[in-house]
């Protein structure tokens, strides 16, 4: 861990691969200047896990208060725990690169870290203005009432995160390792305080024919043996999924969506539950011990 100055409160930590256009808006946003916060009192880690050195020149050249770190390259898990390791607040602030923090985002984090009285866990509030969300292909973390705890828009105090041991590495893609981490701090009894003025803005996602869904099923089952469960993913967990993106797909999850588009996301389920049955086994051998932390 980098050693902290006086003035330091919180490390904010951008995890980033592949993508400096959305980077350098994300960046924009947290500059000096723009966050009310006095610049004193934050610090910003860019680690990347990127194959070039497209967000390394980007800081270099746009943003060079923000320190760029080259994450381990073993996805978004290992790569914000890296960023934590090169963070030296006694506070720890996520959010992702493809953000956009308002102004007061880290003063209003701030303000309930200075009131002694919200714990060490504070949750902001996560828009999405680019909606509404209109297709199954289209996709958001909106969080606007808290109890979600997205890796996009928290706060934890670095010794809780330490103690509880960050976000599980086991987890390849960025999708369900932030609910494993929080289903980690409820078990401890932690509670997270809502700040609703701490607000970050994600843009719409569009999932397309090239996403691999099957990743999606792998996480979700190393979070259905990180609950505790023991049985075979076959039966409940797989009728489970198929329920589940049938509803998505078919049924254009509650969104007036073009037959186009509920076609196309037909055809990415057809091509997730292939790929999920052909490695559920696998999948059963690989994760299955793991069990509760």
Request: with cysteine.
């Amino acid at each position: 861990m980098v050693k902290a100055s006086s003035n330091l409160l919180i490390s904010v930590v951008v995890p980033t691969c592949n993508r400096p256009d959305s980077l350098r808006l994300c960046l924009g946003r947290l500059a000096p200047g723009f966050q009310s916060l006095p610049p004193e009192q934050y610090e910003v880690i860019v680690t990347d896990d990127g194959r070039d050195e497209a967000a390394k020149l980007l800081l270099s050249k746009h943003f060079p208060w923000a320190r760029w770190c080259p994450g381990p390259r073993r996805g978004p898990a290992s790569n914000r725990n890296s960023g934590v390791r090169n963070s030296a607040g006694d506070w720890i602030a996520f959010t992702d690169d493809d953000c956009l923090p308002c102004p007061e985002w880290l003063a209003s984090f701030a303000d309930a870290i200075r009131s002694d009285a919200n714990g060490s866990v504070l949750e902001g509030r996560t828009t999405c203005s680019s909606g509404p969300l209109t297709s199954p292909l289209e996709d958001a973390p909106v969080n606007l009432t808290g109890g979600r705890l997205w890796s996009c828009n928290f706060c934890i105090r670095r010794t809780l995160f330490e103690t509880v041991g960050g976000f599980d590495q086991a987890f390849p893609i960025a999708y369900m390792e932030d609910v494993e981490f929080r289903e980690r701090l409820l078990r401890l009894g932690e509670t997270f305080a809502f700040i609703p003025d701490a607000t970050v803005d994600h843009p719409i996602k569009r999932y397309n024919l090239g996403t691999d869904f099957g990743r999606y099923a792998e996480s979700e089952a190393i979070y259905w043996y990180k609950q505790g469960n023991t049985g075979s993913l076959f039966g409940p967990y797989l009728w489970s999924l198929i329920k589940n993106r049938t509803h998505w797909a078919v049924l254009g999850n509650g969104r007036s969506a073009s037959a186009r588009d509920r076609l196309i996301a037909s055809i990415i389920v057809l091509k997730e539950l292939g790929y999920t049955a052909s490695h559920l086994r696998k999948w059963e051998t690989q994760y299955r011990k793991s069990g509760v932390p």
